[in-house]
């Protein structure tokens, strides 16, 4: 018998992949998104009567971050905090099992040192995190009833085919021969194949441990200037690294941040920093290893933009 899954957010890129991933496992699954469709319902159709008979609800559903800041604060919080509350609500009076809550590592910190574990103390900075925090915090300060269990998944930069971020900006700059300049910067940061992340989640319905925060993330952080080199070799592409000082890179940062041009400090920063995030607690509890390694992921993902050309 198949069980049914609700599933948030099920038109977004994770919803996308997670759904069709479910189905191949026994799992039914039913979307949930503002405007009902053919194959979805929308969130009054859900309060009325769509928890009938639901395993399991998987909140991914949010509002991303707005890295160009031009977003109102109060709208993250809306989407992120209120829509994960009133959720979160009809849960708990429903005959539900499992509650599954798509957080982000961004609600514990901007900046890491180390390894990002989950008992760090949440200090998060932009609106983003902290209306993610918000969610979580609700979420923990509720006492579940012994048939229930909620689960917080903070997941690191997420990739996979028909994903559309930075990774795309990176592949355009190796596939038009531009050599990649920052060479000398030995940073170390943690990514998220949308495999991984589908069966992670496959793997908490099926063994269901007791109600916690996971992070999760690939098992290798790489350098910036490792994943120029998988993306080159992923698509076939001869790259060119350049190890400029990096006291002219910073200059050239600076110049950039005063000019507003696409080069500047937070660019730069976002390609040299340091996000290491510890995923030993996810793998432990579920005594699983994730079925794909950083470079398979990232690889995959990179020759799909191929594939779209």
Request: net charge positive; glycine share 6%; aromatic share 8%.
């Amino acid at each position: 018998m198949h069980k049914k899954i609700l599933v948030t957010g099920s038109t977004g890129f994770v919803g996308q992949n997670l759904i069709p991933y479910l189905e191949k496992h026994h799992y039914t699954s039913i979307g949930v998104s503002r405007t009902a469709s053919k194959q979805t319902i929308n969130y009054t159709t859900l309060a009325e009567h769509g928890w009938d008979n639901a395993f399991a609800i998987i909140h991914l559903a949010g509002k991303a971050h707005d890295l160009k800041n031009s977003s109102d604060d109060q709208a993250y919080f809306d989407v992120n905090t209120e829509l994960t509350k009133n959720l979160f609500q009809q849960f708990l009076k429903s005959d539900c099992s499992i509650f599954i809550y798509m957080s982000s590592v961004k609600a514990v910190a901007d900046t890491v040192e180390g390894n990002l574990k989950e008992t760090v103390k949440p200090n998060p900075i932009t609106a983003y995190g902290k209306s993610k925090i918000a969610a979580e915090n609700y979420i923990l300060n509720h006492k579940l009833p012994k048939n229930k269990k909620a689960y917080i998944l903070r997941p690191c930069m997420i990739h996979g085919p028909g994903n559309k971020g930075n990774l795309n900006l990176l592949y355009q700059i190796v596939a038009k021969g531009i050599p990649y300049p920052l060479g000398a910067f030995d940073n170390k940061r943690s990514f998220l194949s949308v495999e991984n992340l589908c069966f992670a989640i496959y793997t908490l319905l099926e063994k269901q441990p007791e109600s916690a925060i996971f992070n999760l993330a690939d098992d290798e952080a790489i350098s910036t200037t490792k994943l120029i080199e998988i993306i080159g070799k992923a698509s076939g592409k001869n790259t060119r690294i350049w190890k400029l000082p990096k006291s002219l890179i910073h200059l050239l940062a600076s110049i950039g941040s005063a000019l507003k041009l696409p080069f500047n400090q937070e660019r730069l920063e976002k390609l040299t920093e340091n996000y290491k995030v510890d995923n030993s607690l996810l793998k432990n509890t579920l005594t699983i290893q994730l079925p794909i390694s950083t470079e398979e992921g990232l690889t995959t993902t990179i020759q799909s933009f191929q594939e779209k050309k």
